[in-house]
């Protein structure tokens, strides 16, 4: 069992930046692929980025890629989502998710969910 807890979310202006976390419990953290996803208002449930285990391969969604970057420290049990050049379309919630195995953009591949960040982006 893994249970996540995503923080870093919040109001931020067009152009600026946030870094989005996610703790995990457990102690086979490195086994799992992570990935963000995010929910905006009527609207599914859409990939952004996954990272594998040991970090050594990333994947983005076309829309995010040169602004948003992910990484994970496996030492503190956490991945990190850094948004950079925030639009007001990025407004959504953001969730963590994980997945034993390999990388995946699509959600019903992950077997454990975080609640959620809301990030806000104003014009």
């Known amino acids: 069992q893994v249970q996540l807890v995503e923080s870093g979310g919040g109001l931020v202006q067009a152009g600026g930046s946030l870094r989005l976390s996610c703790a995990a419990s457990?102690?086979?953290?490195?086994?799992?692929?992570m990935g963000w996803f995010r929910q905006a208002p009527g609207k599914e449930r859409e990939f952004v980025a996954a990272i594998s285990g040991r970090g050594r391969f990333t994947s983005y969604v076309d829309f995010v890629k040169g602004r948003f970057t992910i990484s994970r420290d496996n030492a503190k049990n956490t991945v990190y989502l850094q948004m950079n050049s925030l639009k007001p379309e990025d407004t959504a919630v953001y969730y963590c998710?994980?997945?034993?195995?390999?990388?995946?953009?699509?959600?019903?591949?992950?077997?454990?969910w975080g609640h959620g960040t809301q990030v806000t982006v104003s014009s």
């Open positions: 457990g102690r086979t953290f490195s086994s799992y692929a």
């Open positions: 998710a994980a997945k034993y195995g390999l990388v995946d953009s699509s959600s019903p591949e992950y077997d454990y």
